[in-house]
Nanobody
Framework: QVQLIESGGGLVQAGGSLRLSCAAS????????MAWFRQAPGKEREFVAA????????RYADFAKGRFAISRDNAKSTLYLQMNSLKPEDTAIYYC????????????????????WGQGTQVTVSS
């Protein structure tokens, strides 16, 4: 079992940046592959990015490529999402998720396939 707590959300103007963090506790952090998802009002939760347990491999949704960067510090049991060039359409609740499998070779980006979730952090981008 792993517990996840997100932080770092807030209000930012379009074009600005935010860095989200997700602190994990429980089992050894590096055995989990990790991901960020987001859910905008009235929309389904969608995949943003994922990272392998070692941090060597990453995967991004098309909208995140070139603007967002996922990373992790296994010594601190913390996951990050650096978001740059933010747009109003990035406004959503951002969630971190974990799965007890270290690789992302055959990753499933459906939210239902990720068993562990944080409570989310709100990101609002004003125009």
């Amino acid at each position: 079992q792993v517990q996840l707590i997100e932080s770092g959300g807030g209000l930012v103007q379009a074009g600005g940046s935010l860095r989200l963090s997700c602190a994990a506790s429980g089992r050894t952090f590096s055995v989990y592959r990790m991901a960020w998802f987001r859910q905008a009002p009235g929309k389904e939760r969608e995949f943003v990015a994922a990272i392998s347990g070692s941090g060597d491999n990453t995967r991004y949704a098309d909208f995140a490529k070139g603007r967002f960067a996922i990373s992790r510090d296994n010594a601190k049991s913390t996951l990050y999402l650096q978001m740059n060039s933010l747009k109003p359409e990035d406004t959503a609740i951002y969630y971190c998720a974990a799965d007890l499998f270290p690789t992302i070779v055959l990753i499933n980006t459906a939210p239902s396939k990720w068993p562990y979730w944080g409570q989310g952090t709100q990101v609002t981008v004003s125009s």
